[in-house]
């Protein structure tokens, strides 16, 4: 007999039938080869396993026997075990119970049913978040008719953790984007000795585009995402079913405490955001056409008008507004698996990423329209 | 068959300054369904975290299958994992799989056995357990709390292990499932020729199929032995963990 450390199938071709005989250890580690043996092997008359000279066998090896036992009699060839033990005749048993019959899997639609569904499924998602939109807005007016269920501790909290520790990030991005701007410029103006412009060209588009929008993809990228993952693991431990329960309103003390906070905190960080774009844009104007600080701040004050920096931080409210009502509905969207908090999250920070830049086309168009 | 399959002499464990186990002792034989059994924060579940490498003791050694956790290299720990199943009280199915798919995934990783017998060693194991033949294209979200324990049960089983650990396996289920479970377990046990190790609360489970147990209770291993051997000692704890005379039920 051949070692028993792996598992072995040996077919001996009879006249009148099939011999498989089976031998060595039919374990999971061992199967694969005699797998592929029955795989290639084309009987065309009867079968018979002669199981008599294995000497371990698992459920993988019971399954191996059965899955070949089964497609031998689909081919109307007759397929008989010899040399069962109780034991593997017990295991078959424990395996094989019921009539096993394989399912098949579930049928996937064509592209044209997805396509419709998807559709589908966005159209109500509109929905849903008017839905949501509207019952906020509801909360909102009652709770400012009762200011004492306002949260302020939480607004104050918040406040804290989307703009004060989001200043160093903000600082970088808006330095960086000074540095890149003025240094597109300079040498371009440079070409018609129109050096000096250079003044004009950061400080209107630093204050008026540049500052708010890198300052809203920042904040929906840290605390959009944020937003969604803390009401996304909240409604996973059931936390906010809990809050219902005690009829805290999740609206009050979840989303209008954030909202507030990032309404309150976007207008400063674009302030912020424009002190620092501007420094940028200086050091590279010293840097490349030595063009002094106070020569640039001199500039600055005749070549910069109030209302391009009034226009860059009035949107500040209107793009925190949309980032933290879309992240913290796309958090109450999340369901009870784990894979829902980073699919949300993804989708919070995607949609109101292009929602600042709709929003930022619109006052574009709105305010050039009106001559501003 | 008397064989020890797991051995835990002088088990030290603490967090911090709160010591867990002090010098816990406790032996497993083979083909037994064993149970860790005591109050909340007794430290069962750690102990049962410690033999299945998720954490280290503090002090003492403990011996699976002959090997020693703490002497064991990483390719004889990868060794051992295969040869055990482990069912955690929540299931831990990966959410981002279905069932056939968190099943599957074992003999993908493990052996290269052909596709369409991973197929059928999957939809063994999911009957094995008692689920319907389409919970294997369910996803671990659709499932109810039962299904979930049977699911976890059958990607315990899939490498056919010699050992099997299970982590509060009836708590959640209805007296009916849990029963079910319990005979469930018993079958593999003198089937697939089990050692199972379990931590239970349920006193209906420890009645009916555990063979031996260990109850912790003040940081040590108050007794060990069948429940009729335990139920021979005095001792507060197990008075009112058996709920025995002023705790309850008569015995």
Redesign the interface.
Known sequence: MQSSSTAHLEIINEHSHTLLQCSGMW???Y??TV??QL?TLNPESSVIWDVSHISEI???G???W??YHRAFEHKGLESKLIGANPDHD??YR?????T????Q??KTHSWLYVLGHETHQNILGIGTFLAFLGEAFVLLVYTLLHPTQIRYRSIVAHIFATGATALPIIALSAFLIGVVVAYQSIVQLQKFGADIFIVDMIGISLTRELAPLITAIVVAGRSGSAFTAQIGAMKMTQEIDAMKTMGFDPFTFLVWPRVIALMIVMPLLIFFADIIGIFGGMVIAQAQSHLSFSEFVHRLQGALPIKHYIIGVVKGPFFAFLIAIVSTYRGFQV?????SIGYYTTKSVVNSIFLVIACDAIFSVLLTELKL | MNSIIIEARDIVTAFGDMLIHDHINCSIRKNEIYALLGGSGSGKSTLLREMILLQHPKSGTLKVLGIDLNTITPLEAQNLRRQWGVLFQSGALY??LTVGENIAMLYHE?????P??I???V???I??VGLP??A??L???ELSGGMVKRAALARALA??PKLLFLDEPTSGLDPLSSRQFDTLIA??RD??GLTVVMVTHDLDTIHHIIDRFALLGEKKVIAEGTLNEVLQYNHPIIDYFFQRGSYGIKD
């Open positions: 374990t999971l580690p199967l694969s797998a592929y795989e698992d459920s993988a019971i399954a191996l059965q899955l017990k295991l424990l395996l094989y119970s019921h096993y019959e394989p399912e899997p579930p369901s009870m698996n784990t894979e | 959410s981002s493990y052996t290269d056995l052909p369409k017998l197929n059928e060693l939809g063994i194991k009957d094995l033949p389409h294997r294209f996803y671990p979200s490498l056919d079958q593999l089937l697939l």
